[in-house]
Nanobody, 122 residues
Framework: QVELRESGGGLVQAGDSLRLSCTAY????????MGWFRQAPGTEREFVAA????????YYADSVKGRFIVSTGGAENSMYLQMRKLKPEDTAVYYC???????????????WGQGTQVTVSS
């Protein structure tokens, strides 16, 4: 009965930065991994970044590597996505997710937020 909530989306210009947040609310949060996915209109949802809550290791899609950083809060119930040098191609609804193993595969996650819109203009 844990709920994930994303925030921090908005409209920015290419080259700008934006920080997304995802916080778990409800009962004790026991997921071992959290990740970020995004979906643009007319496309399938794709992997962006993930972090192991056990080992702290991080993983990134090639399209965002070097520009985005995923991290967690001290309470281990919040996850952040620091996005830098944003491009119009980054425009999408961004979703946070939690699961029991770190993965780039959507089906490995069983808890999802509602999404937050990120729009990058040129």
């Amino acid at each position: 009965q844990v709920e994930l909530r994303e925030s921090g989306g908005g409209l920015v210009q290419a080259g700008d930065s934006l920080r997304l947040s995802c916080t778990a609310y409800g009962r004790a949060f026991s997921s071992a991994a959290m990740g970020w996915f995004r979906q643009a209109p007319g496309t399938e949802r794709e992997f962006v970044a993930a972090i192991s809550l056990i080992a702290g290791s991080t993983y990134y899609a090639d399209s965002v590597k070097g520009r985005f950083i995923v991290s967690t809060g001290g309470a281990e119930n919040s996850m952040y996505l620091q996005m830098r040098k944003l491009k119009p191609e980054d425009t999408a609804v961004y979703y946070c997710a939690a699961g029991f193993r770190v993965s780039s595969l959507e089906y490995e996650y069983d808890l999802w937020g509602q999404g937050t819109q990120v729009t990058v203009s040129s």
